[in-house]
């Protein structure tokens, strides 16, 4: 089956923690992205990738960084210098004519 | 910069009722696309619009899109409740740049 798999779907972070968000696709989609939702709210973009070992930042890249090894994964990390990490992270794919979301992962800073 | 508006932004109708979403661009682009999220869920695709005049229809929803007035729509034909849910659309810049830029999003309820 094709598509876009975030994990974990649920995950804690401790204050003054890393965490590592997963998003693996296998629709063979160049470009991939990162998006943070808080509630009520719209999305809004963090990091997006065009190719393999290229990225770019969003619109609120701070204390966020990425990578982006393979085609098909784009790992999130969200670090100690996101002071307000609390939120849904949602992971996206592209080509021109489609473009899908994973499931999402819920952050919560404990 | 490319921005992407949506209103209204929050839309509550009854059943039955027909109402329009609008979401305008600001610069040229050459797709957009439509999604819908349930509460607490991921986004779900509904539509793509590529061209100047596309329409695309599913159910009681149906999409359209005018590149020159940066301007796509997605209309709701006799709401029923099941289409309670949030609507966002998404830009793109268009050419090799693969920048997804969304609008804020349209929580529509529909009532009994």
């Known amino acids: 089956d094709g598509g876009i798999t975030q994990s974990p779907k649920y995950l804690f972070r401790k204050e003054g923690q890393n965490v590592t968000l997963s998003c693996e696709q296998n629709l063979n989609h160049d470009a991939m992205y990162w998006y943070r939702q808080d509630p009520g709210q719209g999305l809004r973009l963090i990091y997006y990738?065009?190719?393999?070992?290229?990225?770019q930042k969003g619109d609120i890249a701070e204390g966020y960084s990425v990578s982006r090894e393979k085609k098909e994964s784009f790992p999130l990390t969200v670090t100690s210098a996101q002071k307000n990490p609390t939120a849904f992270y949602l992971c996206a794919s592209s080509q021109r004519t489609e473009a899908f979301f994973g499931q999402g992962t819920r952050l919560t800073v404990v | 910069e490319l921005k992407v508006e949506q209103n209204p932004l929050f839309l509550s109708m009854q059943e039955g009722k027909n109402y329009t979403i609008y979401c305008n661009y600001s610069t040229t682009s050459d797709r957009l696309y439509w999604y819908r999220q349930d509460p607490g869920k991921s986004l779900e695709s509904l539509f793509v619009l590529l061209s100047n005049g596309a329409v695309k229809q599913e159910g009681r929803l149906m999409a359209s899109l005018d590149t020159k007035a940066r301007l796509s729509t997605l209309h709701i034909t006799a709401a029923v409740h099941d289409l309670s849910a949030t609507y966002f659309c998404?830009?793109?810049?268009?050419?090799?740049?693969?920048?997804?830029?969304f609008g804020k999003g349209t929580l529509l309820t529909v009532n009994p």
């Open positions: 998404a830009v793109g810049l268009g050419g090799s740049n693969y920048k997804l830029t």
């Open positions: 990738s065009q190719i393999v070992n290229d990225f």
